[in-house]
């Protein structure tokens, strides 16, 4: 079944970097585009970047262009988000998020999340 | 973007009869392919969201068949036949993937016992 773990995540002060992982199996993960999708403590869900399953295509957020990059490596079956320059509103949960088949990004399962913290 | 707006976002409940929370997009979500990228989610408490319902109305495997979607171009509905305990104090989100970028993301609603 359809696995993503991600890690990665921690405290870090305002204007610090951090790189997320997510770990997946279960599925073919070089046929997929993948997501990053966050949770502020107590709040909704919002959508970070979305990656292409050949990694030839990107997109962000507004709110995390410029400083957020995702990427993945098909050969460990692993996606990354590149955090730089954190804000305290970047504090949330972050969850990796596998796309259903089709020409959408929208979403089928997801990872457990990992905390990001950002406090100095 | 495409904004989602759920209501109601806290929806008092009764075990044993039915809920509905709506879910309304602010352009419609069919697709070029003709397909409506629109999606439900369960999140419990401490965990990770679950998908529901794909495509506005196909019921994922391992879902209770107490819970159902409908709805077309700009309005969408989910519901839940008869509420059990397991479905109270759970945020339900819809989340549409036609236009993007971005995706987005209902605000969510909770369920709560009347």
């Known amino acids: 079944q359809v696995q993503l773990v991600e890690s990665g995540g921690g405290v870090v002060q305002p204007g610090g970097s951090l790189r997320l992982s997510c770990a997946a199996s279960?599925?073919?993960?070089?046929?997929?585009?993948m997501n990053w999708v966050r949770q502020a403590p107590g709040k909704g869900l919002e959508w970070v970047a979305f990656?292409?399953?050949?990694?030839?295509?990107?997109c962000y957020a507004d709110s995390v262009k410029g400083r957020f990059t995702i990427s993945r490596d098909n050969s460990r079956n692993t996606l990354y988000l590149q955090m730089n320059s954190l804000r305290p509103e970047d504090m949330a949960v972050y969850y990796c998020?596998?796309?259903?088949?089709?020409?959408?990004?929208?979403?089928?399962?997801w990872g457990q999340g990992t905390l990001v913290t950002v406090s100095s | 973007d495409v904004v989602m707006t759920q209501s109601p976002l806290s929806l008092p409940v009764t075990l044993g009869q039915p809920a509905s929370i709506s879910c309304r997009s602010s352009?419609?979500?069919?697709?070029?392919?003709?397909?409506?990228?629109l999606n439900w989610f369960q999140q419990r408490p401490g965990q990770s969201p679950r998908r529901l319902i794909s495509?506005?109305?196909?019921r994922d495997s391992g879902v209770p068949d107490r819970f159902s979607g409908s709805g077309s171009g700009t309005d969408f509905t989910l519901t839940i036949s008869r509420v059990e305990a397991e479905d109270v104090g759970v945020v339900y989100y819809c989340?549409?993937?036609?236009?993007?970028?971005?995706?987005?993301f209902g605000q969510g609603t909770r369920l709560e016992i009347k």
């Open positions: 998020a596998k796309k259903e088949p089709g020409p959408s990004p929208i979403i089928d399962y």
């Open positions: 279960g599925f073919v993960f070089s046929g997929y585009g």
């Open positions: 989340m549409q993937g036609t236009h993007w970028p971005p995706i987005t």
């Open positions: 990656i292409r399953d050949d990694g030839t295509y990107r």
């Open positions: 352009q419609s979500l069919v697709h070029s392919d003709g397909n409506t990228y």
């Open positions: 495509k506005v109305s196909n």
